[in-house]
């Protein structure tokens, strides 16, 4: 009798475990279907599935600007009392002196952001003077809830960016048969590029396809100094380095510069891009 029981009890036992992991996988199943439904939902109706939200890193267009602002002002005349509306509660710069006319600044932008934490940041603008130097200003800042910002205390003038340690491309002599159908081709694309007022005037050196922009007069060709191209072969499409000086129209100035082009084979051969220059 006893025994029966006790083999009643463990059937029992046992069933109770059998309907615990049978009711356990299908709540797993249920949740596997709710999360594929909403997947599929969201897929039918257009809808992406929410992704966490990102934070821009580093300043903003207005504290960028607030900082070039101050960075002026602060070069202009370190002493002016007007510096007072940029700083922060209870902050002073300190006494200093107005530099020569000669040295204010000509141009700035921020070139760096450092982010501090606790809403706070130092901001590298990089000023270009009137006297060809340039100086490299780091100014401290802080961000307040409501999106204002204010400046720490004194800057700090720093070192500007190191030089890459990099070495620039070295081009070849052209290759090939098409060496000297190559070299025209440039010689007269670039002079026409400089000295053309539309599109339409450099159309036939130009791929089909290919649109770029003259500069209409902006410089004057004054010698040709020589193309060469980037890696070997002889193939239907080249990259170039092309050397010219050019005169600016406005100021008389000479300049040595260097051109990047693409060139390829068709009926004969054409430009197919100018690097900053093609769409």
Request: proline share 5%; net charge positive.
């Given at each position: 009798?006893?025994?029966?029981?006790?083999?009643?009890?463990?059937?029992?036992?046992?069933?109770?475990?059998?309907?615990?992991?049978?009711?356990?996988?299908?709540a797993l199943w249920a949740l596997v279907a709710l999360l594929l439904g909403r997947g599929f939902f969201a897929t039918v109706s257009g809808q992406a599935v929410p992704e966490p939200s990102t934070v821009r890193a580093g300043a903003g267009e207005a504290e960028e600007a607030f900082a070039v602002r101050f960075a002026r002002s602060y070069l202009a005349d370190p002493a002016n009392p007007g510096l007072a509306g940029f700083l922060a509660e209870n902050t002073a710069l300190g006494g200093g002196r107005a530099p020569r006319a000669e040295a204010t600044v000509a141009q700035a932008e921020v070139s760096a952001t450092e982010e501090l934490g606790g809403d706070r940041a130092?901001?590298?603008?990089?000023?270009?003077?009137?006297?060809?130097?340039?100086l490299?200003?780091?100014?401290?800042?802080?961000?307040?809830?409501?999106?204002?910002?204010?400046?720490?205390?004194?800057?700090?003038?720093?070192?500007?960016?190191?030089?890459?340690?990099?070495?620039?491309?070295?081009?070849?002599?052209?290759?090939?048969?098409?060496?000297?159908?190559?070299t025209l081709l440039v010689r007269h694309f670039l002079s026409s590029y400089l000295s053309a007022g539309s599109f339409g005037e450099l159309a036939y050196l130009v791929s089909p396809g290919t649109a770029i922009e003259p500069l209409g007069g902006a410089l004057r060709l004054v010698s040709f100094i020589g193309v060469e191209q980037?890696?070997?072969?002889?193939?239907?499409?080249?990259?170039?380095?092309?050397?010219?000086?050019?005169?600016?129209?406005?100021?008389?100035?000479?300049?040595?510069?260097?051109?990047?082009?693409?060139?390829?084979?068709?009926?004969?051969?054409?430009?197919a891009a100018l690097a900053g220059a093609a769409s």
């Open positions: 009798m006893i025994g029966e029981v006790g083999n009643k009890s463990g059937e029992a036992a046992t069933s109770i475990r059998s309907a615990m992991r049978g009711a356990g996988r299908v130092v901001l590298t603008v990089a000023c270009e003077l009137r006297d060809a130097r340039t490299y200003l780091a100014v401290p800042i802080a961000r307040s809830a409501a999106g204002g910002v204010a400046v720490l205390g004194a800057p700090s003038l720093v070192a500007g960016p190191a030089v890459a340690g990099v070495e620039s491309d070295r081009p070849q002599p052209l290759a090939g048969a098409g060496a000297g159908e190559i980037l890696g070997s072969g002889e193939g239907p499409r080249r990259e170039l380095i092309a050397r010219i000086r050019a005169e600016d129209a406005e100021s008389g100035a000479i300049y040595p510069l260097a051109y990047r082009l693409g060139v390829r084979k068709g009926a004969r051969w054409f430009v």
